[in-house]
């Protein structure tokens, strides 16, 4: 899981300037629901290696599509999204430092906002993505759906069963052969009740 730093901005009558935002940075996994022949463009800005799974798997880590917003200045959903945010813990300071109190709850939701353009612009730069996340929490950890590491980095890890492989994309033929050929794979791979499909970035490209 990553810890990337996302910023959501937005506007609301009653900020100073009339602008805010919204950051977080949690743990995270995201996962994209692109069709196969439209993936090669999103392969070259995240990587040529992909893990696929069913929504099933997504959905009992608690994960969930993320809500697209607009990110401007003078977009209400995160304007309204900061004005509550901020009232429950500038009028209630207990909520906003209790453990899964309601300004957690509400950060927690926050953690499914994402941006659709680049600030202050429409250039739909991420909505084509089509991301679904998975967000680490404490329950989820203690379940055992999410473990920790023990590391700096990563320090938490999704685990992947064979059952719950369905798909391995690889860069190319080259590193399929090598994969074939590794004994740590080939169990995976070719195991019988659940052999995993391989494919390569160019073969995606033809679904």
């Known amino acids: ?3 990337p730093r996302e910023q959501v901005a937005g506007g ?11 950051t977080y940075e949690v743990n995270m996994t995201c996962f994209t629901e692109l069709r196969l022949s439209a993936s090669t463009q999103h392969a070259a800005a995240y990587g040529l290696l992909g893990v696929a799974v069913n929504r099933a798997y997504v959905l009992q880590r608690w994960g969930a599509p993320v809500h697209y917003v607009r990110n401007h200045r003078d977009e209400l959903i995160i304007g309204s999204f900061f004005h509550l945010l901020h009232s429950l813990t500038s009028n209630d300071p207990a909520a906003g430092n209790a453990p899964e109190g309601p300004a957690d709850s509400l950060k927690y939701l926050g953690t499914f906002l994402k941006p659709m353009s680049s600030p202050n612009t429409d250039d739909f ?3 084509d993505e089509h991301e679904w ?6 329950p989820q950890v203690q379940t055992g759906m999410i ?3 023990g590391l700096s980095e990563p320090q938490y890890r999704l685990l992947v069963s064979p059952a ?7 860069p190319d033929d080259g590193t399929r052969s090598l994969a074939v050929a590794d004994p740590r794979l080939s169990g995976l791979i070719f195991n019988h009740a659940h052999p995993v499909p391989l494919l390569t970035v160019e073969e995606c490209s033809h679904f």
């Not at 996340?133 to 404490?138: E, L, S």
Request: net charge positive; charged share 20%; hydrophobic share 45%.
């Open 147 to 149: 473990v920790q590491t």
């Open 12 to 22: 609301h009558p009653r900020a100073v300037g009339g602008q805010v935002s919204f």
């Open 1 to 3: 899981m990553t810890k």
């Open 133 to 138: 996340r998975v967000v680490q929490t404490n």
């Open 164 to 170: 719950e492989l369905k798909l391995l994309v690889l």
């Open 125 to 127: 730069k991420f909505i």
